[in-house]
């Protein structure tokens, strides 16, 4: 995977996952990968196999010099836009790393405020390695939060779809009603509320 020229010392790579499902919470993570422990097969997580992805996640967390998973809640995305959501989530999952970082590398075309020189790389989950290793936390803790979910509300598929708004997830919508954590401010949802 070609690197971009980045500046010298420890720069972090940063993504997320779970900005356009219907619900659960917007998960971050922000990666230092050590260039003496590299990591063979990273990759934009929707690119990757479920397998592939938990494998990954495994070698990424033992082999990072640092890395933090955080979130923000769906109230959290409600009150603030997903958007404003998402950089806090990311800001939290920066705050978290066991070692400060000298700069940093997001995913996507905007940065979060942070305390340190930070670059938005579009699609770069698919470019940069450490951004690749981001995506890959960001995506396993998510799709396990789901899992848990689903175990409280069997009845939306959140094991199938992930909280994302597909047919299966609009037919129990329309069945169900809202659960506690559906975002409200998301226009399926909100249209379901207002039918009740």
Not at 55 to 63: H, T
Not at 123 to 147: C, F, H, P, Q
Not at 165 to 178: C, D, N, Q, W
């Amino acid at each position: 995977m070609p690197e971009l020229i980045i500046p010298p010392g420890l720069v972090c790579g940063i993504d997320e996952a779970g900005r356009g499902p219907l619900a659960g919470t917007v998960v971050a993570a922000a990666v230092i990968l050590d260039p003496l422990r590299p990591i063979v097969g990273l990759n934009d997580s929707k690119k990757l196999s479920e397998k592939k992805r938990d494998a990954l996640a495994v070698l990424i967390r033992e082999r990072a010099v640092a890395w933090f998973v955080a979130s923000a809640s769906v109230e959290e995305i409600d009150r603030l836009n997903i958007l404003h959501a998402t950089m806090l989530a990311m800001q939290r999952a920066v705050a978290g790393l066991s070692v400060w970082p000298t700069g940093a590398m997001v995913d996507g075309n905007r940065c979060p405020k942070l305390d340190v020189p930070c670059e938005a790389i579009v699609k770069g989950d698919g470019k940069i390695a450490s951004i690749a290793a981001a995506s890959i936390l960001a995506k396993t803790v998510r799709d396990a939060e789901m899992l848990d979910l689903h175990s409280q509300y069997p009845m939306y598929g959140f094991d199938r779809h992930m909280g994302y708004p597909t047919a299966a997830h609009f037919k129990a919508l329309e069945e169900h009603g809202a659960s506690p954590v559906h975002r409200r401010s998301f226009g399926p949802v909100a249209r379901q509320l207002s039918l009740l």
